[in-house]
């Protein structure tokens, strides 16, 4: 079973850059297996931000598209999230989650939807805080 725990959210001004990180245990074929991006900000839904594929293809929130960029390193069962150009409005909490569904003892796993609906996304991250402020 995959876990994955985020990093690399911080403080930063308008105009800054972050890149976050998304780690993944317990997976013996991590290169398999696609990841997505989520935000939550504060008394907002949730919304899908980018989806990375096993084979590498990516899918992004169209309003986001530019600013993100979503790339993984498969030997070191990491997926990254590179915010530039950040924005008072990037401000959130920022998840990693695999796309799947739990069933019996175990997790079936899909591909990125491309629609980046939380719905399709089973297993999630404990989130890491994006702050952006002047």
């Known amino acids: 079973q995959v876990q994955l725990v985020e990093s690399g959210g911080g403080l930063v001004q308008p105009g800054g850059s972050l890149r976050l990180s998304c780690a993944a245990s317990?997976?013996?074929?991590?290169?398999?297996?696609?990841i997505g991006w989520f935000r939550q900000a504060p008394g907002k839904e949730r919304e899908g931000v980018s989806c990375?594929?096993?084979?590498?293809?990516?899918y992004y929130k169209d309003s986001l598209k530019g600013r993100f960029t979503i790339s993984r390193d498969n030997a070191k069962k990491m997926v990254y999230l590179q915010i530039d150009n950040l924005k008072f409005e990037d401000t959130a909490v920022y998840y990693c989650?695999?796309?799947?569904?739990?069933?019996?003892?175990?997790?079936?796993?899909?591909?990125?939807?491309?629609?980046?609906?939380?719905?399709?996304?089973?297993?999630w991250g404990q989130g890491t805080q994006v702050t952006v402020s002047s």
């Open positions: 317990g997976a013996a074929t991590f290169e398999y297996h696609s």
């Open positions: 990375i594929s096993y084979s590498g293809s990516t």
């Open positions: 989650a695999l796309p799947g569904t739990y069933y019996g003892g175990g997790y079936y796993y899909t591909g990125c939807p491309v629609d980046l609906q939380g719905r399709a996304f089973g297993s």
